[in-house]
């Protein structure tokens, strides 16, 4: 009887979500076939070309033929205190993660603006669980490192490529 419960509950709580037009954000579609990607290796690299992988884009090793060029630029990443304690301890942290990058498409003679992306978390912190916080730290990390390839992902997606300098 519990089961069946909580099968019905299961299945009220996904009617409700498909009525409200909630949907799990799918692969970001990249209007291009071709992208090269030059400039620094960043901690973000490996994702950003596992994510243009899935969305069926070719990467290419040189820019000729690209429909896309994207130069990583550089990355930034940060650690500030956000609290201190009323004894002088560290209470709060804030971590930063920045990627800077610029684009440019077969038809464009110039590059386009230096575009940046940050994500940021805070975190408690306190010395008495100093492993479990600095495991925290390096998930939290990751996280937003994730969330930023995400999000370079998610800006690619709305460029437009100029078709008339297509071969």
């Not at 509950?9 to 009525?19: E, M």
């Not at 590059?111 to 390096?138: C, F, G, Q």
Request: hydrophobic share 35%.
């Amino acid at each position: 009887m519990k089961s069946i419960t909580h099968f019905f509950f299961a299945c009220l709580i996904v009617i409700g979500l498909t009525a409200c037009g909630f949907h799990l954000r799918g692969v970001s579609v990249i209007p291009f076939e071709s992208i090269f990607i030059s400039g620094n290796t960043l901690i973000i690299s490996k994702d950003l070309r596992k994510s243009l992988i899935t969305s069926n884009v070719k990467l290419l090793s040189s820019a000729e033929g690209a429909e896309l060029q994207i130069e990583l630029i550089g990355e930034e990443s940060e650690k500030r205190i956000l609290s201190l304690a009323s004894v002088g301890t560290v209470n709060e942290y804030e971590l930063f993660y920045r990627v800077h990058y610029r684009t440019k498409t077969l038809g464009q003679v110039t590059w386009s603006p230096v575009s940046t992306i940050e994500s940021k978390r805070d975190y408690t912190y306190s010395d008495a669980n100093l492993l479990a916080k600095n495991t925290e730290e390096d998930k939290l990390n990751e996280h937003i490192q994730k969330d930023v390839a995400s999000g370079v992902m998610r800006r690619l997606s709305t460029l437009k490529p100029d078709y008339n300098s297509r071969p």
